[in-house]
């Protein structure tokens, strides 16, 4: 599975590093940085942070490895 983040919608508003911060972090310049592969024991993690972006700019692809 992989984690796509648009970056034309993300605004860089950080709610999905505090919903899943082994994923997602804003670096020093406030830029988000991201995992893009994880495993499937993190799928609640990370649909929590989907969830949490007010701009909807993360997806997942569940076909990818």
């Not at 983040?5 to 999905?16: A, F, R, T």
Request: proline residues 3%; hydrophobic residues 35%.
């Amino acid at each position: 599975m992989k984690i796509f983040v648009d970056q034309v919608k993300c605004q860089n508003h950080g709610l999905c590093a505090i919903s899943s911060p082994d994923h997602f972090e804003l670096d020093a310049d406030g830029e988000l940085r991201y995992q893009e592969s994880f495993d499937e024991e993190n799928i609640d993690e990370i649909e929590d942070a989907i969830d949490s972006c007010p701009l909807q700019a993360i997806a997942l692809n569940r076909d990818s490895a």
